[in-house]
């Protein structure tokens, strides 16, 4: 190629890519989705009448963070506190009937509204990837429990309960429960789009994750992630995630290496029927990632099921109970 040529080519790419990645970043965020009845419709037959007030306690930046007490029940030994952390979107009370089950079976539990949804700071976005992980030890600081701690997640919940295991921090937790976790985009349990629960903004998220190898924040507070939520779970859960949110709850972009990381005790449990989440692929997946662990799979129980069907609590009390 003659030597003008190439430099018009070059000046035409120093053009062309900055105002592609420009475009990635202010018109390629996350498109409408409808709303997913598997999810939202079952929590409007579950009984929340007596979800405990919210307590609060203060983040390491001062932000006071929400969470639901659940005293052990039951006249036998206590088993140890759970510290529960909810799905995407969701805040401490839709873990409800799983964590009264869970008190009920002997356990405190501490049901978590993690920063960024529920009463825990401004919804759908946080102020650094690492804070979810820093609220986790401040909780602890700031309440203390004696006995056993289990630091136990559901679905995206469950994928940052793996980021958690596999890090320096994780001799914090004693034992760590995966509840049908979210993995990974690109892991063998992943049905595209989460079974048409999440919209994803391809174009901004490539363009943003472009610009923070660069080391440019800047615009890493706007929205990738729109959830297929109905009008009335709007009101009260987290409608979407910021670039910061959606890269800190969940896994490392190498989920592999948490797994293999992680050397505290872990188990999962699912339901076999999991509508966002190819089941019956979690054992190899994480065999084939070098840490097989235990897996529980819960006969005609599916995604949200995994956190209201009686059966579902049952198999989860009896897979962690020591």
């Given at each position: 190629m003659p030597m003008k040529t190439a430099l018009t080519v070059l000046a035409a790419l120093a053009v062309i890519l900055p105002a592609a990645l420009a475009a990635a970043?202010?018109?390629?965020?996350?498109?409408?989705?409808?709303?997913?009845?598997?999810?939202?419709?079952?929590?409007?037959?579950?009984?929340?009448?007596?979800?405990?007030?919210?307590?609060?306690?203060?983040?390491?930046?001062?932000t006071p963070l929400a969470w639901l007490r659940y005293p052990a029940g039951g006249t036998g030994a206590k088993a140890g506190r759970i510290v529960l952390v909810h799905?995407?979107?969701?805040?401490?009370?839709?873990m409800h009937v799983l964590a009264q089950g869970l008190a009920a079976a002997g356990f405190e539990v501490a049901a978590l509204d993690m920063r960024g949804h529920g009463d825990s700071g401004p919804r759908g976005d946080i102020a650094y990837i690492g804070q979810l992980e820093d609220d986790v030890e401040d909780f602890l600081?700031?309440?203390?429990?004696?006995?056993p701690n289990t630091l136990m997640g559901f679905s995206s919940g469950g994928g940052f309960?793996?980021?958690?295991?596999?890090s320096s921090r994780q001799r914090l937790f004693d034992i760590y429960v995966l509840l049908a976790p979210y993995l990974h985009h690109s892991a063998p349990t992943n049905r595209p789009d989460k079974g048409g629960w999440v919209s994803v903004g391809l174009p901004?998220?490539?363009a943003l994750t472009l610009l923070n190898q660069a080391g440019v924040t800047t615009w890493n507070d706007l929205p990738v992630l729109r959830f297929g939520l109905n009008d009335v779970a709007r009101k009260s859960l987290t409608a979407s995630y910021s670039y910061t949110l959606a890269n800190a709850f969940g896994p490392h972009a190498d989920w592999q290496a948490d797994i293999r990381n992680a050397r505290q005790p872990m188990l999962l449990v699912a339901g076999r029927e999991d509508d966002l989440f190819i089941a019956t692929r979690y054992a190899d997946t994480f065999a084939s990632a070098g840490r097989p662990v235990p897996v529980t799979l819960v006969d005609g129980v599916n995604h949200i099921g995994l956190t209201l069907d009686p059966s579902a609590v049952q198999a989860i009390v009896h897979a962690i109970r020591p």
């Open positions: 970043v202010f018109w390629g965020g996350p498109g409408p989705i409808e709303p997913l009845a598997s999810i939202n419709a079952p929590f409007a037959k579950a009984d929340f009448s007596a979800v405990p007030p919210p307590q609060h306690f203060t983040a390491r930046d001062g799905g995407s979107s969701a805040r401490a009370r839709s600081r700031a309440v203390p429990h004696a006995g309960v793996l980021r958690f295991a596999g901004r998220m490539i």
